[in-house]
């Protein structure tokens, strides 16, 4: 619905200016800027109040959207505005909820009241006046209202057989109002629409008994609410015309040169934009086009309005080139401040003689005159003239066609419950031309309501296209396929299926039709146009495709299903109980209402000596029918019971009732461990269906059978909590809130329990708690705590009872597990330390109370729970970690790197805090400066303060650095990674080159003081001796991989091209090549190769006698002198292998700082044959070098390499 036009409509609660026949006050001036019909609202203000500008020059405030919507389907409307500005209007009251819409009531009141003109509320007595007024659906209507602003409603007479004033009812295919007891009809849907009404609202039913009233032709001024504005919507803004820039340019449009062809359609002429003043909105009723150009009027067909994609509208006229769109009800709204762009479109005619080429047609806007408001006046730039159109006629136009849309594409019949259900399918044919259908526009025709039909789809060979959609409120389905249109090849065809979920509806009829050639959208993909989409074939004349003349497809009587609810009880019931739940059944109606008139239940047992009391009925928890005091559960054949309910139990359409068989168990003929069942005998006739009258029948379905069992509680020890030992002790002394022990409460299967003490005892007289513990108490699993701790406990030397009373029952459903843990503080002097407790403590009874029966549930029978064992102090154990940094060179002068990690490790007794610990490095004393600025590293963040090695306190063996005052604390039986980093002091500032440095934490490091300083958490006491270990018993020294330091490193690696792989022997031929790298290094300083050394191995080849294999090194590239060459050979060094050259038969090489050197290896390897091998690689100790301080240094952290092997 036009939502400007609807700014005319509300209905005020200001029924003591208004007679009781709805006439109007003549409207007075606003004080504001903004007149009567005008929406307004604080500006930058969110969720601010809309106010109803009335045509007493008053605002009216909107309670609540729940009233606002009654009215608007959105705030497109509104205008923000300043406080200013709503100050210059006097406060009139409140908005009503519009009639015809809604029934309402507030929180605080039962009572239903339907709205009429004027705000006047009549109550509704009864649910059946409800159901006969407004259908069986009536509740889905009822919304609530703010208390306070109900007391502005009137209250009339209350309703009983009458529809209210201001109701909407569709009979057959005729729509009525209903005013003051008579019905009048709706001339058409344009009348209908003229008066702002929505098809949403509208009842169903039969009005035979109501007289009929005077027609609605079109709008009337009386039914548009108590503040209607005379004249319609009073809005004071204006509107400018001018031409769009968008307008479409000059194009060639197509004619169809075969006679009864359709030519193009949807030609897009002329764009024209229509700017709204800030004052107001606008409604645009009339729009006329003139035609220009060498053409004639009839060379047109149909010519619409679009604003976008959207159709506004079809020409109400077409002659003396003029086009005019009319409507009194706005052919478009322009809101306050913006600009709509609507195009005039149009159809070429189809006719015996196509239109020729050649011709033009061009559209203008002329003058003003050309554009009529609802009220405002109208400028711009005249004429608004858009550009010429030429004709082209082509023969082989693209057209699509529908057929094989009648008999046998529609179900005669469906059920009203049917999901997924096909309801309509054609076949479309493509012709000349590859088509696309880019828009599906489908009309509902029929008296079912638009929600009866649900979740519209269209499907293509099985495969669905487009979103699902819905019946609108004029009941159109449309479905937009621009974004993926079905495509339809030239010469074939495709069918087009609509599908549905039915929702209701039974004993009406429906049918879809497509009314308008323009509500299908086809377009040739090689012309790139529109076509006029048509039937049967390509020059059969458009008309309105539907099913059938007839009615179309019926809906089946509704049906109601009966099943076993999913929460229907199983498994065990209390004995003694009484209103327990024994079944619990699903009833369902689809397609109308129903009602259920009487049921009948059976009991069938285990035996033919039980009886259950009190049977009853409920239906949704409230009782229906009678209650039946005795039912035997008689063996197998059972014993049953009627129960009959009159009106109380209608089961609405497309909704669950459910219904709950309650009986008592309380009869002493009912045995433990007895079995019954509650079952629905079928129905004879015994459901009505509501709209169709229809006798229905429920169905039988058996119940679950279920088992009477006692509700009393078991305890047990949780066997998830194990023992306690000196591996996994209890705790330390002086621990705080140690688990001690653990078992679980079981509920009887027969009922839920409620648990309202529970009382633990001594294990013996000999060991009492007191002797060993305080503050004891108990928690569940989810550590809530149960009753208050018990702070000093016996040490009498008789067993005592410890009672813990939860300050809620604790509530555990039949069959279930309740887990009841024991803490306690151990004291800081025990009596039995590293001794086993056995047990520790016992769970002495559970005070518990069935839930159903009320029966007493206790258990008493005592429990030994866990042993226990108590430990004097905890136990770190000192360990390095295997993956501890690998032995390696270090250079003077480079930072931080890990030298060691080392593990410190708890057991089970307690957490342990360690306050000092201090790492050894085993060097010479000439070298104890050579490392500097020792660092703790725990999960890579630093623990402590960084440490200097000591050289005051150093040995001729070790320098110490030492940490104090740390928090380390490592949790109960876990262990913690400590990591070791240091910084390699720089040659210049003392480092002695080819020192070596062995990190250890040490048993003892300085006359009987240990290398770890550590406390229990629990216990305080100081860890040493036997309950501190250095990795063994007896201890050691904890040490890790030693370590050597010089100026500068080198490291060595096979060049990217070195040659491996398949090769060809020959003289001098390349074997290998090397890259040698001297790091960058504080001080830069060189590193010099003394000695390069090969490693080879051979398979296969053989140098012959007096023969010689020459090896030979360079650097740089073959073209220099070698640095090195060897003979292999029987005179020589025999076969090949490794080399063994020496510093004097090797020439030095010198890399400089942050350089590489490449070195080639040259080896006559003529004598290989074919399958023979040759491995080269650089072994740990091949190169000896300097760093001009230590003159043979054979090692480099990057050897050896993994050989590269050669292949003959």
């Known amino acids: 619905m036009n939502l400007v036009k609807k700014i005319s409509i509300f209905a005020l609660t200001l029924a003591t200016v208004f007679t009781m026949s709805g006439s109007l006050l003549p409207s007075a001036k606003a004080a504001g800027n903004y007149g009567a019909g005008s929406l307004l609202a604080k500006a930058n203000t969110a969720g601010a109040a809309v106010y109803y500008i009335g045509n007493d020059g008053k605002k009216y405030v909107f309670p609540d959207m729940k009233t606002y919507f009654t009215w608007y389907e959105n705030f497109d409307a509104v205008v923000k505005v300043s406080v200013t500005e709503l100050d210059l209007y006097t406060n009139g009251g409140a908005v009503t909820v519009r009639p015809?819409?809604?029934?309402?009531?507030?929180?605080?009141?039962?009572?239903?009241?339907?709205?009429?003109?004027?705000?006047?509320?009549?109550?509704?007595?009864?649910?059946?006046?409800?159901?006969?007024?407004?259908?069986?659906?009536?509740?889905?209507?009822?919304?609530?209202?703010?208390?306070?602003?109900?007391?502005?409603?009137?209250?009339?007479?209350?309703?009983?057989?009458?529809?209210p004033t201001g109701s909407l009812v569709k009979d057959g295919t005729t729509y009525y109002y209903i005013d003051n007891g008579t019905k009048r009809a709706f001339s058409s849907m344009d009348a209908f629409e003229a008066n702002n009404f929505n098809l949403t609202n509208v009842l169903n039913m039969s009005l035979a008994s109501y007289t009929a009233g005077t027609t609605i032709t079109g709008a009337e001024t009386a039914l548009k609410g108590f503040m209607a504005v005379e004249g319609g919507n009073q809005t004071s803004g204006n509107v400018t015309v001018s031409l769009s820039a968008a307008t479409p340019v000059v194009a060639s449009i197509l004619a169809d040169s075969t006679a009864n062809e359709y030519p193009q359609a949807l030609i897009p002429f002329t764009t024209v934009n229509f700017t709204a003043s800030a004052s107001g909105s606008v409604q645009v009723n009339t729009v006329k086009f003139t035609r220009f150009g060498i053409s004639s009027d009839a060379d047109l067909g149909n010519l619409y309005l679009y604003d976008g994609e959207t159709r506004l509208a079809e020409y109400t006229s077409f002659s003396d080139k003029v086009v005019t769109f009319s409507n009194t009800s706005g052919l478009f709204t322009v809101p306050a401040g913006t600009t709509k762009a609507v195009t005039l479109r149009g159809d070429l005619a189809r006719g015996s003689t196509s239109v020729t080429s050649g011709k033009t047609i061009g559209f203008k806007l002329d003058t003003t005159s050309d554009v009529t408001l609802s009220s405002g006046s109208v400028s711009g730039t005249f004429p608004a003239t858009g550009n010429l159109m030429e004709t082209a006629a082509v023969s082989d136009m693209g057209h699509l066609y529908a057929h094989a849309y009648e008999t046998g594409s529609y179900p005669a019949s469906v059920r009203a419950d049917e999901a997924d259900k096909e309801l309509w399918r054609m076949t479309l044919t493509a012709d000349s031309q590859d088509m696309e259908v880019r828009y599906m526009k489908y009309t509902m025709v029929g008296t079912i309501s638009a929600t009866d039909v649900q979740n519209l789809e269209l499907e293509v060979a099985g495969v669905k296209v487009g979103a699902t959609a819905q019946i609108a409120n004029d009941n159109s389905v449309i479905f937009d396929l621009s974004s993926s249109p079905i495509a339809i090849t030239a010469g074939q065809s495709k069918i087009v299926v609509l599908k549905g979920d039915m929702m209701g509806g039974s004993g009406r009829v429906f049918k879809f039709t497509i009314q308008k050639s323009a509500d299908v959208k086809v377009y040739d993909t090689e012309y790139g146009?529109?076509?006029?989409?048509?039937?049967?074939?390509?020059?059969?004349?458009?008309?309105?495709?539907?099913?059938?003349?007839?009615?179309?497809?019926?809906?089946?009587?509704?049906?109601?299903?009966?099943?076993?609810?999913?929460?229907?009880?199983?498994?065990?019931?209390?004995?003694?109980?009484?209103?327990?739940?024994?079944?619990?059944?699903?009833?369902?109606?689809?397609?109308?209402a129903v009602k259920v008139e009487n049921l009948t239940i059976t009991c069938t047992g285990s035996d033919t000596t039980d009886y259950i009391s009190n049977v009853k009925l409920l239906l949704d928890g409230s009782q229906i029918g009678t209650t039946d005091t005795t039912l035997q559960c008689n063996g197998s054949s059972g014993d049953s019971t009627n129960y009959t309910f009159g009106n109380t139990f209608i089961v609405p359409n497309g909704t669950y009732k459910y219904v709950t068989a309650v009986a008592d168990t309380t009869a002493s003929s009912t045995a433990a461990g007895s079995t019954l069942r509650i079952d629905l005998s079928a129905g004879s006739t015994n459901a009505v269906g509501q709209s169709t009258l229809t006798s229905l029948s429920s169905t039988a379905q058996q119940g679950r059978t279920l088992t009477v069992q006692s509700g009393t509680v078991v305890v047990s020890e949780n066997t998830a909590f194990g023992d306690k030992s000196a591996t996994s002790p209890t705790g330390v002394a002086g621990a705080t809130e140690a688990k001690i022990a653990s078992f679980i409460v079981t509920a009887g299967s027969g009922e839920a329990v409620d648990v309202t003490q529970i009382a633990m005892l001594d294990a013996s007289t000999v060991s009492q708690m007191g002797d060993n513990f305080q503050n004891l108490k108990l928690k569940n699993s989810s550590g809530t705590q149960i009753g208050s701790t018990i702070g000093n406990l016996n040490t009498s030397g008789t067993a005592t009872s410890y009672t813990f009373s939860p300050s809620t029952a604790i509530r555990i459903a039949s069959g279930e597990q309740y887990v009841v843990d024991v803490y306690a503080d151990v004291k800081s002097s025990v009596q039995d330390s590293a001794t086993v407790l056995t047990p520790v403590i016992k769970a002495d009874s559970v005070t518990a109370t069935g839930v159903s029966t009320s029966a007493d549930a206790s258990y008493t029978t005592d429990v030994s729970l866990q042993n226990g064992y108590l430990s004097a102090a905890g136990n770190l154990t000192i360990t390095s970690d295997p993956d501890s940094t690998v032995a390696q060179q270090l250079v003077m002068g480079a930072t931080d790197y890990e030298l060691a990690t080392f593990r410190l490790t708890s057991d089970a007794s307690e957490a342990v805090r360690v306050s000092e610990l201090v790492i050894s490095d085993n060097t010479s004393s000439a070298a104890t400066g050579t490392l500097k600025n020792a660092k703790l590293f725990v999960e890579g963040v630093q623990i402590g303060q960084t440490v200097q090695f000591d050289t005051t306190s150093a040995t001729s063996t070790y320098a110490h650095a030492k940490f104090t005052n740390l928090d380390l604390t490592i949790p109960v039986d876990s262990t913690v990674m400590v990591t070791v980093k240091v910084d390699a002091t720089p040659y210049s500032s003392g480092a002695?080159?080819?020192?070596?440095?062995?990190?250890?934490?040490?048993?003892?490091?300085?006359?009987?003081?240990?290398?770890?300083?550590?406390?229990?958490?629990?216990?305080?006491?100081?860890?040493?001796?036997?309950?501190?270990?250095?990795?063994?018993?007896?201890?050691?020294?904890?040490?890790?991989?030693?370590?050597?330091?010089?100026?500068?490193?080198?490291?060595?690696?096979?060049?990217?091209?070195?040659?491996?792989?398949?090769?060809?022997?020959?003289?001098?031929?390349?074997?290998?090549?090397?890259?040698?790298?001297?790091?960058?290094?504080?001080?830069?300083?060189?590193?010099?190769?003394?000695?390069?050394?090969?490693?080879?191995?051979?398979?296969?080849?053989?140098?012959?006698?007096?023969?010689?294999?020459?090896?030979?090194?360079?650097?740089?590239?073959?073209?220099?002198?070698?640095?090195?060459?060897?003979?292999?050979?029987?005179?020589?060094?025999?076969?090949?292998?490794?080399?063994?050259?020496?510093?004097?038969?090797?020439?030095?090489?010198?890399?400089?700082?942050?350089?590489?050197?490449?070195f080639f290896v040259t080896l006559d390897t003529n004598d290989a044959g074919t399958t023979d091998s040759l491995s080269i690689n650089l072994e740990a100790s091949d190169i000896t070098w300097t760093d001009d301080v230590t003159s043979s240094i054979t090692t480099v952290n990057s050897l050896p390499l993994t050989p590269k092997t050669l292949t003959y």
């Not at 007595?125 to 409603?153: C, E, H, K, M, Q």
């Not at 003349?549 to 609810?565: E, F, P, W, Y």
């Not at 019931?573 to 689809?590: E, N, P, R, V």
């Open 992 to 1158: 002695v080159s080819g020192s070596t440095h062995t990190l250890a934490i040490l048993a003892n490091y300085n006359g009987g003081n240990e290398g770890v300083t550590a406390f229990g958490v629990s216990s305080g006491t100081e860890l040493t001796g036997a309950t501190l270990d250095f990795s063994a018993s007896p201890d050691a020294d904890v040490t890790v991989n030693q370590m050597t330091v010089y100026r500068t490193k080198l490291t060595a690696a096979f060049a990217s091209d070195s040659p491996s792989g398949a090769t060809t022997g020959g003289t001098g031929a390349t074997v290998a090549k090397f890259v040698v790298t001297n790091s960058a290094n504080v001080g830069n300083y060189s590193a010099t190769i003394k000695v390069m050394n090969i490693g080879m191995d051979q398979t296969g080849i053989s140098i012959p006698a007096a023969t010689n294999r020459a090896l030979t090194i360079y650097k740089d590239s073959l073209a220099t002198s070698a640095l090195a060459t060897t003979n292999y050979g029987t005179a020589n060094n025999g076969n090949f292998t490794d080399s063994a050259f020496t510093d004097a038969g090797f020439t030095d090489v010198e890399i400089t700082p942050g350089t590489s050197k490449t």
């Open 529 to 592: 146009v529109y076509n006029t989409f048509t039937i049967t074939g390509t020059t059969t004349a458009f008309g309105v495709v539907q099913p059938t003349t007839g009615n179309g497809t019926s809906i089946d009587s509704g049906t109601l299903t009966v099943g076993i609810a999913t929460d229907s009880p199983s498994g065990n019931i209390a004995d003694g109980a009484t209103g327990l739940t024994l079944a619990k059944y699903s009833f369902y109606a689809a397609g109308e």
């Open 100 to 163: 015809g819409t809604k029934l309402v009531k507030t929180s605080d009141t039962a009572k239903v009241f339907a709205i009429e003109p004027g705000g006047i509320a009549r109550h509704i007595p009864t649910a059946a006046i409800a159901s006969s007024l407004f259908g069986a659906n009536w509740a889905s209507r009822v919304v609530d209202l703010i208390p306070g602003f109900f007391t502005t409603y009137p209250e009339g007479t209350a309703l009983s057989t009458t529809l």
